[in-house]
T-cell receptor, first 114, second 111 residues
Framework: DTAVSQTPKYLVTQMGNDKSIKCEQN?????MYWYKQDSKKFLKIMFS???????INETVPNRFSPKSPDKAHLNLHINSLELGDSAVYFC?????????????FGPGTRLTVL | KQEVTQIPAALSVPEGENLVLNCSFT??????LQWFRQDPGKGLTSLLL?????REQTSGRLNASLDKSSGRSTLYIAASQPGDSATYLC??????????FGTGTRLQVFP
């Protein structure tokens, strides 16, 4: 009965490779997000999608491309990986209810770029 | 630009103490404020959400207050237990529903 799930949990890859992280939520939410947690544990939003449409893009390099095939999925594709991309990436979802909006997070994907 | 900070950065206390974790934000135009818990190597667990029109929320031994005018939120943990050891994050939600996270308070409760 997992609410927000991400795959893979760990991802180790070489610089220059292209990789994807998948996210799925079974909460019936219409908004999904990607956050990045850096080595200092600081969490920052990257993207958000509402009903498959991009609504937030926080000046993320265009090597990062989110893809939302439907409301329940928001995948993150990263091209030409760099050392600085190493971080933990969290997916989240919410119902976008204004001040009642509560975001629920997935378990995270730890990406290590060598 | 919204900035969220948390004090203290780390806290180590004996079991049974009542704790106060502080969160401050620079822009009072928030939708709500959420408190999360993050265990090492794990995801975030939502603890409490306070809507901008509310002053506080309670869940078990946790109580969170919100004072928009002063840009502050406080998380009270009563009768702390070793199982409360984790990093506590506050996050302010802006009108776009994006969360701006604080820097976190790393809590250790020892027996």
């Amino acid at each position: 009965d997992t609410a927000v799930s991400q795959t893979p949990k760990y991802l180790v890859t070489q610089m220059g490779n292209d990789k994807s992280i998948k996210c799925e939520q079974n909460l019936g939410h219409d908004t999904m997000y990607w956050y990045k947690q850096d080595s200092k544990k600081f969490l920052k939003i990257m993207f958000s999608y509402n009903n498959k449409e991009l609504i937030i893009n926080e000046t993320v390099p265009n090597r990062f491309s989110p893809k939302s095939p439907d409301k329940a999925h928001l995948n993150l594709h990263i091209n030409s990986l760099e050392l600085g991309d190493s971080a933990v990436y969290f997916c989240a979802s919410s119902l976008m209810q204004g001040e009642m909006d509560e975001q629920f997070f997935g378990p995270g994907t730890r990406l290590t770029v060598l | 630009k919204q900035e969220v900070t948390q004090i203290p950065a780390a806290l180590s206390v004996p079991e049974g103490e009542n704790l106060v974790l502080n969160c401050s934000f620079t822009d009072s135009a928030i939708y709500n404020l959420q408190w999360f818990r993050q265990d090492p190597g794990k995801g975030l667990t939502s603890l409490l959400l306070i809507q901008s029109s509310q002053r506080e929320q309670t869940s078990g031994r946790l109580n969170a207050s919100l004072d928009k005018s002063s840009g502050r939120s406080t998380l009270y943990i009563a009768a702390s237990q070793p199982g409360d050891s984790a990093t506590y994050l506050c996050a302010a939600s802006l009108y776009t529903d994006k969360l701006i996270f604080g820097t976190g308070t790393r809590l250790q409760v020892f027996p």
